[in-house]
């Protein structure tokens, strides 16, 4: 199976700094160890609030540390300005609502096609890869290809939310989804809510290229270390990934 890749969500360690101001801890020291821990790439979310990653942060990542960003943000033209001229590898287009916690729930692209479309073409046109944050929802995912994205990230939140009754059905649709994805032409991405206990059977499906993790790398970051952290999640999709595990998988009730 390709390589699955690791791009490090590190807003929280944003969030730590903002707490007090000032510049510590670093988003950049954090980014140079993602590399060093296994990961691939930087994933950064600059919010319309600035509540954590601020508009430095995301030129001081492209500018001085050589892995790829992936810069997430909602799709307004404030946000494909600055993409447009900050370069990041990739952007993730999330839905943003100020009052929320974190990014509940994926885009409805079928009812916002007009405005992202001339947005994503922007984008694409500046050479810049468009993933959609969506559902694992089939007809979101035809709607992703039709509006011009190459690729799509599932939000992952239902299926880590679900309690064990369910979790297998919410795997299902996730798989199902990315099987269409994938045969339509898409990149897949997945991520929110994964941790090193549940990223086995979304590791495990074939056609999930990247995973963007965040959270539950900065949390265990304060026990071990932040390249100790990035280096068990990348153990344990490596674990997920290795044939073995995934011809087991496949034998599973
Ligand atoms: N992917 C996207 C698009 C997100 O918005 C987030 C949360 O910022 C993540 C991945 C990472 O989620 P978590 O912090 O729960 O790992």
């Known amino acids: 199976m390709s390589h699955l890749r690791?791009?490090?969500?590190?807003?929280?360690?944003?969030?730590?700094?903002?707490?007090?101001?000032?510049?510590?801890?670093?988003?950049?020291?954090?980014?140079?160890?993602i590399a060093k821990g296994g990961g691939d790439s930087i994933t950064a979310h600059l919010r319309e609030d600035r509540r954590h990653i601020t508009d430095d942060d995301i030129r001081?990542?492209?500018?001085?540390?050589?892995?790829?960003?992936?810069?997430?943000?909602?799709?307004?033209?404030?946000?494909v300005a600055i993409a447009?001229?900050?370069?990041?590898?990739?952007?993730?287009?999330?839905?943003?609502?100020?009052?929320?916690?974190t990014t509940e729930g994926g885009l409805d692209v079928v009812s916002a096609r007009a405005a992202l479309g001339p947005r994503i073409a922007r984008?694409?046109?500046?050479?810049?890869?468009?993933?959609?944050?969506?559902?694992?929802d089939p007809v979101q995912v035809e709607a992703t290809k039709q509006v011009g994205a190459p690729a799509l990230e599932f939000h992952t939140g239902e299926y880590c939310n679900a309690p064990?009754?369910?979790?297998?059905?919410?795997?299902?649709?996730?798989?199902d989804a990315?099987?269409?994805?994938?045969?339509?032409?898409?990149?897949?991405?997945a991520g929110h809510g994964?941790?090193?206990?549940?990223?086995?059977?979304v590791a495990r499906i074939a056609s999930v290229v990247e995973l963007n993790i965040g959270h539950a790398i900065v949390a265990e970051a304060l026990f071990v270390g932040f390249e100790a952290a990035i280096r068990q999640m990348r153990a344990a999709m490596d674990?997920?990934?290795?044939?073995?595990?995934?011809?087991?998988?496949?034998?599973?009730a």
Not at 64 to 71: F, I, K, R, S, T
Not at 194 to 201: A, E, I, K, Q, R
């Open 123 to 136: 984008l694409n046109d500046a050479g810049i890869q468009v993933a959609l944050f969506i559902d694992p």
């Open 6 to 33: 690791l791009g490090v969500n590190i807003d929280h360690v944003a969030t730590v700094r903002n707490a007090r101001g000032g510049r510590d801890p670093d988003t950049v020291r954090a980014a140079h160890l």
């Open 178 to 189: 990315a099987a269409r994805a994938a045969a339509i032409g898409l990149e897949v991405h």
């Open 194 to 201: 994964l941790t090193v206990g549940n990223v086995g059977p």
């Open 84 to 101: 447009l001229q900050v370069r990041p590898h990739a952007v993730c287009i999330v839905p943003e609502r100020r009052a929320e916690l």
């Open 60 to 79: 001081r990542l492209k500018a001085e540390v050589p892995l790829p960003l992936n810069m997430e943000m909602a799709a307004t033209d404030e946000m």
């Open 164 to 175: 064990d009754l369910t979790r297998a059905k919410e795997l299902q649709r996730l798989e």
């Open 239 to 252: 674990r997920a990934r290795a044939p073995s595990a995934v011809t087991a998988g496949r034998h599973r």
